[in-house]
């Protein structure tokens, strides 16, 4: 009965390892253009998500660091805001081959939604540089949320209970 108390608790030991890594879910996306006029870089929505209007903004240096950067996501019908941050955690680059990249982890998010981002997001333009025109390029944007996961302490708890029940039930 010890081993199987042993095995119990591991078990609800690792399944809450598992549930508090922290994944990401996707939470809004859409698509529109950037427009590049340095040092500013704007996108605007086409409307090929009927439910959100998304707006971002950002003024990199010569260097190729931002210096100031706003995202912002609203109610396609209430023109509510659902997400807003203007704090960049940090962002990196992937132009390579094929699709580029330009992922940015944001924090401090307030809006009607804030409390699915209470950890962060991680916003995802993709886009060609080769097909970059006059300044401009068609481009689409994934908003994923960091969920906040169940406290490990939780299902170990239950696991206690649960096996301090079956200890009593043995025993009696």
Request: charged share 20%; glycine share 8%.
């Amino acid at each position: 009965m010890k081993h199987t108390i042993t095995l119990l608790l591991a078990a609800a030991f690792a399944a809450c390892a598992s549930l508090a890594a922290a994944s990401t879910v996707p939470a809004f996306s859409t698509e529109g253009e950037a427009f590049v006029d340095l040092p500013f870089v704007d996108f605007e929505d086409d409307g090929s998500n009927p439910d959100i209007f998304v707006t971002a903004t950002a003024e990199v240096d010569f260097l190729g660091d931002v210096v100031f950067a706003s995202f912002e996501i609203l109610d396609a019908v209430s023109f509510n805001p659902l997400f807003f941050t203007e704090t960049v955690t940090s962002y990196a680059f992937d132009l390579g081959a094929g699709e580029d990249t330009l992922e940015v982890l944001v924090s401090d998010i307030t809006g009607e939604r804030a409390g699915d981002f209470s950890r962060g997001a991680r916003i995802v333009f993709s886009f060609f540089e080769e097909d970059i025109d006059g300044g401009s390029v068609a481009a689409s944007v994934d908003v994923f949320a960091t969920p906040i996961p169940l406290p490990a302490s939780a299902l170990l708890l239950l696991a206690g209970v649960g096996a301090l029940g079956a200890m009593r039930r043995r025993t009696s």
